[in-house]
């Protein structure tokens, strides 16, 4: 049974309340909390403790992707003291300098691959040294970001088949060639069948914004769940 | 300042380390910079030195840094473009009368200033004083993923078409950022393997010569051939020589790269992904992609001289690349180099200049025969049933 669900970003740009109060009438069992904006972060921080996120099976958080004025110390301290214990926490690896402080964060830290704006983090070669500075780290697969960097999934494959016990979390989404979020196409649902059977059962994340064609998170999730499920390519022809 | 504070400055100060890409770090190095392990290991074996080859080597690095940075300061290439690099300069055989052979290879968007950018890349290198390409030809100028993954073979697969493919494969290096090149050149493995049905519905595939690329890069080598004809009554016999004996040397030498690179996928397949991979049947197409994309990072000296290691003779391995070191030593030598690029082929016969480069690429060819047909029984049966038809 998959562990479906969506960032609250795709939802609503830095808007996590309004992201949840959408999902409350929805079927998704899974939610990424972002702040993936330093602005947006304090907020989410604060009011961790008072989210009822009881309904979820999975949740994790997203960590800001870049932090000019927030320290790099001072933001993997005040991630440390007031994310809850279990919680992953998914990081983009390319601000990153201060390689033993988030090490210590073991296997909560979630890693994501990154898309062709960044200079790291894209492929397997990237991420096996990234991993060799944060050995207990997981993945988060962003098969988005993977496709964009290789559309034939050839270096998609290559990570799934190095680190697919590290993967915690996968992130789903079109990315298009400005790196915007897109709906899913058909050629996605190709692509993303060549390396389906190498994915583990693991949490999925949809970054997929809503759309005129689907309008709904419950008509996001059953696309997804056709899809997983082996159905029709034809079903993604929204 | 608080305790806490100044505890975390400490923790900041001892543990902050460069970001993984600084371009400082030794992961990273020049943009393009070109190795060749298997070569030097192979002149260690056989206690040879080719100087003509270290001296082009050494003049194409050179080369290389220059462009890369002009390239850096002048922030020219765009993101979804590659500067990539072509010829003997891309294959670390750099001499004399070297031009810059190079693309401004693009894969995105459609952008009217992409041709802007080539001609102010142009007019960059020509005031370094970098030799240009020939105007009009295949290179100095754009290309473009599209036409390079989608049209091969066909009749939208023009001769400049395939020349950029297969170069792209067998002797290209960028200068810029790798991604592009990377990402065009994973597209088009991919399609020659996407169109043998075998691999992808056979699951007891353990090595496999892929067929399509393999023909393909026959087809550019006769193309090649062909064209040096065709040239020779277009120009009128202006240049004739120093084509001859290129065709004769390097340009024989990306074929036999290709095909060794296609062969050693038989020879030599790749193992399975390594730790964590899933307990799933192997993929062995993509593994086959992998192993040819490592190919297309090589130069082809470097790919000849790892084959002539496991499965030549010392002497013909010797032979060869005494005959190529003879080749660039050539080229290297300016007054031979004017001599043959003004040589006319009814003077030919007679001239002893252009007899020696006859010699020499004689020498290479029966090296090369020796090495094909009789060192290694497996390597002859696989050109007698791949080579020939």
């Given at each position: 049974m998959l562990t479906l669900g969506i960032s609250t970003g795709a939802l609503a740009h830095?808007?996590?309340?309004?992201?949840?109060?959408?999902?409350?009438?929805?079927?998704a069992d899974a939610v990424e909390l972002s702040a993936l904006r330093e602005t947006e972060f304090p907020s989410l921080l604060r009011s961790?403790?008072?989210?009822?996120?009881?309904?979820?099976?999975?949740?994790?958080?997203?960590?800001?992707?870049?932090?000019?004025?927030?320290a790099e110390v001072h933001l993997a301290d005040q991630l440390e003291r007031l994310v809850p214990g279990?919680?992953?926490?998914?990081?983009?690896?390319?601000?990153?300098?201060?390689?033993?402080v988030w090490a210590r964060f073991g296997s909560r830290l979630c890693v994501e691959n990154m898309d062709k704006r960044n200079p790291m983090g894209r492929t397997a070669e990237e991420l096996d040294r990234i991993f060799t500075r944060l050995p207990e780290a997981t993945l988060c697969l962003d098969l988005g970001h993977a496709r964009q960097i290789d559309p034939t999934m050839t270096e998609t494959d290559l990570i799934l088949r190095k680190f697919g016990n590290r993967v915690k979390q996968i992130h789903i989404s079109e990315v298009d060639a400005s790196c915007t979020h897109r709906p899913l196409t058909w050629a996605w649902s190709l692509a993303f069948h060549k390396v389906a059977a190498l994915i583990p059962n693991v949490p999925i994340i949809l970054e997929t914004p809503l759309s005129p064609d689907c309008p709904s998170i419950n008509g996001l999730l059953d696309i997804v769940e056709d899809m997983w499920s082996g159905q029709s390519l034809g079903a993604l022809a929204v | 300042m608080s305790r806490s504070t100044s505890h975390a400055d400490d923790r900041n100060r001892a543990s902050v380390s460069p970001p993984i890409l600084d371009p400082s770090a030794p992961e990273i190095g020049i943009h393009g910079e070109i190795q060749t392990p298997a070569l030097h290991a192979l002149g260690k074996k056989l206690d040879q030195r080719w100087p003509a080859l270290e001296k082009a080597q050494a003049q194409a690095r050179d080369r290389i840094r220059q462009i890369s940075q002009i390239l850096q300061d002048d922030k020219l290439i765009p993101?979804?473009?590659?500067?990539?690099?072509?010829?003997?300069l891309a294959r670390g055989e750099c001499t004399s009368g070297s031009d810059v052979d190079w693309t401004l290879l693009i894969d995105g968007q459609a952008d009217p200033a992409h041709r802007r950018v080539a001609q102010q890349v142009d007019q960059t290198l020509v005031r370094a004083k970098l030799k240009q390409p020939s105007p009009g030809g295949v290179?100095?100028?754009?290309?473009?993923?599209?036409?390079?993954?989608?049209?091969?073979?066909?009749?939208?697969?023009?001769?400049?078409?395939?020349?950029?493919?297969?170069?792209?494969?067998?002797?290209?290096?960028?200068?810029?950022?790798d991604d592009v090149r990377r990402r065009v050149i994973g597209g088009v493995l991919n399609r020659y393997l996407e169109e043998d049905i075998s691999l992808l519905t056979r699951t007891d595939v353990k090595r496999w010569i892929p067929l399509f690329l393999l023909n393909d890069v026959a087809r550019f080598w006769r193309t090649m051939a062909v064209d040096y004809a065709s040239k020779r009554q277009e120009r009128a016999g202006q240049g004739w020589a120093i084509r001859n004996v290129k065709l004769r040397m390097s340009r024989k030498l990306i074929f036999v790269s290709g095909m060794l690179a296609c062969f050693n996928c038989y020879l030599c397949p790749a193992q399975e992904a390594g730790d964590g991979a899933p307990s799933i049947a192997p993929n062995y197409g993509?593994?086959?992609?992998?192993?040819?994309?490592?190919?297309?990072?090589?130069?082809?000296?470097?790919?000849?001289?790892?084959?002539?290691?496991?499965?030549?003779?010392?002497?013909?391995?010797?032979?060869?690349?005494?005959?190529?070191?003879?080749?660039?030593?050539?080229?290297?030598?300016?007054?031979?180099r004017r001599h043959l690029e003004h040589l006319q082929p009814e003077a030919a016969v007679k001239d002893r200049i252009f007899q020696h480069t006859r010699d020499v690429s004689h020498a290479f060819q029966g090296a090369l025969d020796t090495f094909f047909f009789d060192d290694h029984p497996e390597l002859s049966k696989l050109v007698r049933r791949y080579g020939v038809f």
């Open positions: 830095g808007d996590f309340r309004k992201a949840l109060h959408m999902m409350e009438a929805s079927r961790l403790q008072e989210l009822d996120l009881s309904r979820y099976r999975y949740v994790s958080l997203h960590a800001p992707s870049r932090y000019e004025s927030l279990d919680m992953p926490i998914v990081v983009h690896p390319t601000p990153i300098r201060n390689w033993p | 993101s979804d473009a590659g500067f990539v690099i072509f010829g003997s290179f100095g100028n754009l290309a473009f993923s599209h036409s390079i993954i989608h049209d091969i073979g066909g009749q939208n697969d023009t001769n400049q078409n395939i020349t950029q493919r297969i170069l792209l494969l067998l002797e290209s290096r960028s200068l810029s950022s993509v593994r086959l992609i992998a192993q040819l994309r490592s190919y297309t990072n090589r130069t082809p000296l470097d790919i000849v001289a790892q084959a002539l290691d496991q499965y030549a003779k010392k002497e013909t391995a010797a032979q060869l690349f005494a005959a190529y070191d003879g080749f660039l030593a050539l080229l290297d030598d300016e007054d031979t």
